[in-house]
């Protein structure tokens, strides 16, 4: 079955130091790996993409992952964080075969960057 | 702008009441999804239809109802409304299997 894992449900940063927010997933073909934060009482919003390719991908606002195939994750990073970083973040998948394009989701993981 | 539009932004009704909540997808998407968040959730999983046709089913109650019309646009009928069914109705669309979904604003229920 297909799964996305976000192991932590909070992640705490100090501004200025990196942050990781962690993603595993399972599919049982390729994927194709999302990233998406969410603000209060607002709509979810498109941070980033793995389809192909580079396995380090770059997003909105200094956000990257790394897509990593053995080990089945997409951690979200940030060299540097912004007290406005502070948001709710889920990672999402999508098997490339799967002709529904159905998107599974993580928990999500609640960020909070103190000052 | 995500290009998904959602109306009502806000509803307050009544238990035992039936609404329905609509959603315009960007323009040429033809997926639609919908989710419901509930207060500090993640997200859940309702339905999704893909030009019309509906191709997946998450946790959707029987008293929750949805459809996709030939214009794309899609409309999710909420009945016999309970205090629970109280969160976040999320409309999200996207183009195809390597694209990204875009989501609404949403659509608050509150129902009293």
């Known amino acids: 079955a297909q799964s996305v894992a976000q192991p932590e449900d909070q992640v705490n940063v100090a501004e200025g130091n990196p942050l990781t927010v962690k993603c595993t997933y399972s599919v049982s073909g390729n994927p194709y790996l999302f990233w998406y934060v969410q603000y209060p009482n607002r709509g979810l919003q498109f941070l980033l993409k793995y389809i192909t390719g580079d396995n380090l991908v770059k997003g909105s606002y200094g956000f990257e992952a790394e897509f990593n195939k053995s080990q089945t994750s997409f951690h979200l990073k940030k060299p540097s964080a912004l007290v406005s970083d502070s948001a709710l973040y889920f990672c999402?998948?999508?098997?490339?075969?799967?002709?529904?394009?159905?998107?599974?989701w993580g928990a999500g993981t609640k960020l909070i960057i103190k000052p | 702008d995500s290009g998904v539009t959602q109306t009502p932004k806000h509803l307050i009704t009544a238990t035992g009441q039936r609404v329905t909540l609509r959603c315009s997808p960007r323009?040429?998407?033809?997926?639609v999804y919908w989710y419901q968040q509930s207060l500090d959730q993640g997200l859940q999983f309702l339905i999704q239809y893909y030009n019309g046709e509906e191709r997946a089913k998450g946790n959707i109650l029987e008293r929750f109802s949805a459809q996709q019309f030939p214009d794309l646009h899609s409309e999710l009928n909420l009945s016999s409304l309970e205090l629970g069914d109280s969160a976040l109705y999320f409309c999200a669309s996207s183009a195809g299997s390597n694209t990204e979904a875009f989501f609404g604003q949403g659509t608050r229920l509150t129902v009293v």
């Open positions: 999402a998948v999508r098997d490339i075969e799967d002709s529904n394009y159905q998107l599974i």
């Open positions: 323009s040429g998407d033809l997926s």
